[in-house]
């Protein structure tokens, strides 16, 4: 009898996070999560990005899994974190215009206190001037449905990035530097570390979060919203409400984000970089969609693994990685279209708590 190692392995999973055993396996990746930047030490940066797609990932799945509003919007958010928290970095301590006009990183110096002050600060309003700047756009686009709301978001990054590129302040179309990191510090190691370190814990506390949330009502909301919303506003339900709250809770997780990001890379382009929605908006899309939307596991395993597909297209493929790229996408749509955790959950419904009649199930298959 031939042997299913995908069923093998699914089972496995199952027994690992059952209710006995969850608390040594959350324990387990943290662990792991913890060791990596000194097992994988010399990819500490591609490590930093993976644990930023991820909450991408989770993050997009606000609207586009539990709501059903799917955003190109989210982009926006990121890039205008990005530059508010450099601008801080900046502008706490130096003249921003003078920065920017004559290549700052060299002309002014962030000592170590000065440096991790404007890191602070600058992560503080990335992750709060979005959310307000989602509520304001919410209100006014978020009555649209489908593909109307698709493309409004769209056209947001768009917009964004032509309008950083004409704002002499910040570098307008040549970019900005952001703070180099101290050189009393050390090696580029320590940095490499702090940023990874960083990046894990704003993963963990954005987990936590959604979680937390989609065991609410908020979460029930949601997913009424996605199913019928016309209904759940029958109900009594005030759906824009709910609406504008995810796309902020979104917008403060995915801003501070940005702000990191743009330390990690040093340099901020408004339309390659922080509003680069032709490729990082449509990642987001992409890892979530591989993954399985509307689960909170599947953007994590579906940016996991587009991470490691992109990196090998980028090393095996070089100059042809985005026709690998593409490839990837066209597999995706055809033959994953409810992600990984929707396949195997078609699978193996029982593996995730679903209750199979057997026979119901069998007159099924036969009738197909």
Not at 81 to 94: E, V
Not at 248 to 259: D, L, T
Not at 336 to 359: A, H, T
Request: glycine letters at 14%.
């Amino acid at each position: 009898m031939k042997k299913d190692y995908l069923y093998l392995f699914v089972d496995f999973i199952s027994k690992l996070t059952s209710k006995e055993n969850k608390t040594y396996f959350f324990s387990g990746i943290i662990l792991f999560l913890l060791l990596a930047p000194f097992i994988f030490s010399a990819y500490k940066v591609q490590l930093s990005f993976m644990l930023i797609l991820i909450l991408l990932a989770m993050t997009w799945d606000i609207q586009g899994g539990q709501m059903g509003y799917n955003t190109f919007g989210n982009i926006l958010f990121f890039g205008v974190g990005m530059y508010l928290c450099a601008s801080i970095q900046i502008g706490m301590f130096f003249p921003l215009a003078e920065w920017t006009e004559s290549g700052g990183e060299k002309t002014f110096v962030h000592d170590t206190d000065q440096y991790f002050q404007g890191l602070f600060v600058g992560l503080i309003f990335a992750g709060l001037i979005p959310p307000i700047i989602a509520g304001l756009i919410g209100y006014g686009i978020l009555g649209l449905r489908g593909h109307y709301f698709a493309i409004c978001t769209l056209g947001l990054g768009i917009a964004a990035g032509e309008l950083a590129g004409g704002i002499e302040l910040i570098g307008a179309g040549q970019g900005m530097t952001t703070p180099p990191f101290p050189k009393g510090l050390g090696s580029l190691e320590l940095r490499g570390q702090i940023f990874y370190f960083l990046c894990l814990a704003l993963l963990i506390f954005t987990f936590i979060t959604l979680r937390w949330l989609y065991s609410t009502r908020f979460g029930l909301v949601l997913n009424a919203i996605r199913d019928n919303e016309d209904k759940a506003e029958a109900m009594g339900i005030y759906t824009m409400r709910y609406k504008i709250s995810g796309w902020m809770i979104s917008a403060f997780f995915v801003g501070i984000a940005g702000g990191l990001v743009g330390n990690i890379v040093g340099y901020i382009e408004p339309i390659e970089v922080a509003f680069d929605g032709r490729e990082m908006g449509v990642f987001m899309v992409l890892m979530t969609i591989l993954g399985g939307k509307g689960t909170l596991w599947g953007p994590i395993i579906g940016a996991t693994a587009f991470h490691i597909f992109k990196e090998s297209f980028w090393s095996m493929f070089l100059g042809w990685q985005y026709v690998a790229l593409g490839v990837l996408i066209i597999v995706i749509v055809i033959y994953f279209p409810e992600g990984i955790m929707g396949y195997l959950r078609e699978k193996y419904p029982e593996k995730f708590g679903e209750v199979v009649d057997e026979k119901d199930r069998k007159a099924q298959v036969t009738l197909k």
